[in-house]
């Protein structure tokens, strides 16, 4: 599949019934930990998300399971662009 599809990495471990789910209706979605697309934040890990939007200046979408950022993600690479707006801390 390299190559096909979206490539999503996920922080923490996601359980099975939501691994499945994402299998069986996107097929084309690979999981995995390299050149990512996108990043599931299961876990909060700040520091494991941290080291992974670092690590893959590709990556185009976080998303977190909770209502708010921990304030250590909300510095992310100022110069980056985040869905056409800056990725600069709003508070």
């Known amino acids: 599949m390299a190559g096909d599809g979206m490539r999503l990495g996920v922080v ?3 359980p099975e019934p939501y691994a499945a789910e994402i299998a069986r209706r996107f097929p084309d979605v ?3 930990d390299r050149d990512l697309d996108a990043l599931v934040v299961w876990e909060l890990d700040v520091a494991e998300t941290v080291r992974m939007v670092e690590q893959h200046p590709r990556l185009g979408w976080v998303h977190m ?3 708010g950022v921990p304030w250590a993600c909300t510095g992310w690479a100022p110069s980056r662009s985040w869905g056409g707006s800056s990725a600069t801390p709003c508070c």
């Open 65 to 67: 399971r909770w209502a």
């Open 30 to 32: 690979q999981v995995t």
């Open 12 to 14: 923490g471990r996601l």
